[in-house]
């Protein structure tokens, strides 16, 4: 159980993090320089976030074997989702 809290506070502060970056374009000081479009940033925390909160919660919660494992795909697309999204803030958009 104290996993799973553990891993539900770095999900919050992934998520918090990707809020900060959509609303007011601030990031970190060690991604500054990397990043050129902060709000895309922030909206693959958000992403990679929700499939971490997905792959907290309905993985172990599901009713049945193949709930479990559906839950647990979910949550790699959404992560995978969320590190393509913060591969594409790093480079500038193309015409």
């Known amino acids: 159980m104290v996993w799973t809290g553990l891993a539900a506070a ?3 502060l992934v998520a918090v993090s990707g809020v ?6 601030r990031m970190l000081p060690t991604l500054q320089g990397r990043v050129v479009r902060p709000a895309l940033w922030g909206l693959g ?3 990679f976030a929700a499939g971490m ?3 907290i919660s309905l993985r172990w ?3 049945s074997l193949a709930m479990g494992d559906a839950a647990g795909a979910a949550a790699l697309v959404l992560i995978v989702f969320g590190c393509v999204l913060h591969w594409r803030a790093q480079h500038p ?3």
């Open 10 to 12: 770095a999900c919050a």
């Open 20 to 25: 900060v970056a959509v609303t007011t374009g």
């Open 45 to 47: 925390q958000l992403v």
């Open 53 to 55: 909160a997905t792959g």
């Open 61 to 63: 919660w599901a009713g």
């Open 93 to 95: 958009a193309s015409r």
